[in-house]
């Protein structure tokens, strides 16, 4: 768009109208000028938010990654050097652990077995009974 005084070539304006019209041009230029600034910056604005979205989506995907493993973590007991799920307290073969297996663990009277690969886990929670000497069941 051109100047507005254009629009007045020809004819005879009001010596105040003019100062008027030429004031409103000044204005008009300013905000022009303020708009290309408010354009560029728009631009350099929207070549940053494309890497920030991809950001966005790469830390979405890993926090559902750590999500789902903390759903299914298990936790080491240090006492009996078994894997426990502490949502259901099942124990779980550290030994089938270490080649990715999870083998659930048949509660025993003195410690946990695992039925897969027959490791045993004392537990000292749960000692085993002193020998008696001279004690025999079946007599
Ligand atoms: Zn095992």
Redesign the pocket.
């Known amino acids: 768009m051109g100047k507005i005084i254009d629009l007045f070539n020809g004819t005879t304006l009001p010596q105040q109208k003019k100062r008027q019209v030429l004031k409103l041009d000044a204005e008009y230029e300013e905000v022009q000028a303020q708009n290309q600034v408010l354009k560029s910056e728009n631009l350099k604005l929207q070549a940053d938010v494309n890497p920030l979205r991809r950001t966005i989506e790469e830390m979405e995907q890993k926090i559902a990654q750590l999500t789902a493993s903390a759903e299914n973590a298990l936790t080491f007991n240090q006492s009996t050097g078994t894997y426990i799920d502490p949502k259901t307290g099942i124990h779980f073969?550290t030994?089938?652990l270490s080649a990715d297996k999870r083998?659930p663990l048949r509660n025993g009277n003195h410690g946990w077995r695992?039925m897969?690969?027959n490791?045993d886990y004392f537990d000292p929670a749960r000692p085993e009974p002193p020998i008696r000497m001279g004690y025999e069941p079946l007599a």
């Open positions: 073969c030994k089938c083998s695992c897969v690969c490791a």
